[in-house]
């Protein structure tokens, strides 16, 4: 299994982005997703997935009402519509997959099996 992700980039607060994560090597409908973010200094957070085992996308509090996590089974593709951007949310966005994580383990970044390189969102203010 393969990810890369794409489409980060500098913007301005209250200015939108849309990353991309194209997968390849497995069977796409069996995987859950999910995207994480590491800022500077800081941990890697849960931003947003969708648990193949339920149809259920999943967002972390702080980016809720902002970003929507969107799937595209025919392209291979998961996406991440990020709108409002605030300079908090600067950080290096990671996708991740795995086939067998359970739906109450989908935040947490340990249980992904496959990860993506990571582009790099900045807010300017």
């Known amino acids: 299994v393969q990810l890369q992700a794409s489409g980060g980039g500098l913007v301005q607060v209250g200015g939108s982005l849309r990353l991309t994560c194209e997968y390849s090597?497995?069977?796409?409908?069996?995987?859950?997703f999910g995207w994480f973010r590491q800022a500077p200094g800081k941990e890697r957070e849960f931003v947003a997935a969708?648990?193949?085992?339920?149809?259920?996308?999943y967002y972390a509090e702080s980016v809720k009402g902002r970003f929507t996590m969107s799937r595209d089974s025919r392209k291979n593709t998961v996406s991440l519509q990020m709108t409002s951007l605030m300079p908090e949310d600067t950080a290096v966005y990671y996708c991740?997959?795995?086939?067998?994580?359970?739906?109450?383990?989908?935040?947490?970044?340990?249980?992904?099996?496959?990860w993506g390189q990571g582009t790099l969102v900045t807010v300017s203010s």
């Open positions: 991740a997959a795995d086939s067998s994580i359970i739906v109450g383990l989908v935040r947490s970044a340990d249980q992904y099996d496959y």
């Open positions: 969708f648990s193949r085992n339920n149809g259920h996308t």
């Open positions: 090597g497995g069977t796409f409908n069996r995987y859950t």
